[in-house]
């Protein structure tokens, strides 16, 4: 893979890290926090995460942690979208949807090596 394009991945996951922590620190001090938001933005966090680490690493099984990370951004995203009257929370499944479609790139490249 080309560096720029891990470069992309790396970018792609740490912005929805970023904003999936955001949305836990947000949430976790709230009035009404919301368990099940936290829960989806904990899991795409940690899925991010690793897939980063993964990618750094120039690990063997990235399609693995890849394809669990698009299943997990992907649910984070629609909890998000509940929540699409409160912009950070619209804004943070935004992101996690892109690094989805970013995800799904990488999946795809990982199958045809």
Same mark, same amino acid.
């Given at each position: 893979?080309?560096?720029?394009?891990? $470069?992309?991945?790396?970018?792609?996951?740490?912005?929805?890290?970023?904003?999936?922590?955001? *949305?836990?620190?947000?949430?976790?001090?709230?009035?009404?926090?919301?368990?099940?938001?936290?829960? @989806?933005?904990?899991?795409?966090?940690?899925?991010?995460?690793?897939?980063? &680490?993964?990618?750094? +690493?120039?690990?063997?099984?990235?399609?693995?942690?890849?394809?669990?990370?698009?299943?997990?951004?992907?649910?984070?995203?629609?909890?998000?979208?509940?929540?699409?009257?409160?912009? $950070?929370?619209?804004? *943070? &499944?935004?992101?996690?949807? $892109?690094?989805?479609?970013?995800?799904? @790139?990488?999946?795809?490249? +990982?199958?045809?090596?």
């Amino acid at each position: 893979m080309i560096l720029q394009q891990t $470069d992309n991945f790396i970018k792609s996951c740490m912005k929805a890290w970023l904003l999936c922590q955001s *949305c836990i620190h947000t949430e976790t001090v709230s009035a009404k926090p919301r368990s099940v938001l936290i829960s @989806k933005c904990r899991v795409c966090s940690s899925s991010c995460f690793a897939v980063v &680490g993964r990618l750094i +690493s120039n690990a063997d099984d990235i399609q693995e942690y890849a394809f669990r990370c698009v299943l997990d951004c992907n649910e984070c995203f629609e909890e998000c979208e509940k929540y699409s009257n409160i912009e $950070d929370i619209e804004y *943070c &499944g935004q992101v996690c949807l $892109d690094c989805a479609y970013m995800l799904k @790139k990488l999946v795809v490249v +990982s199958n045809l090596n």
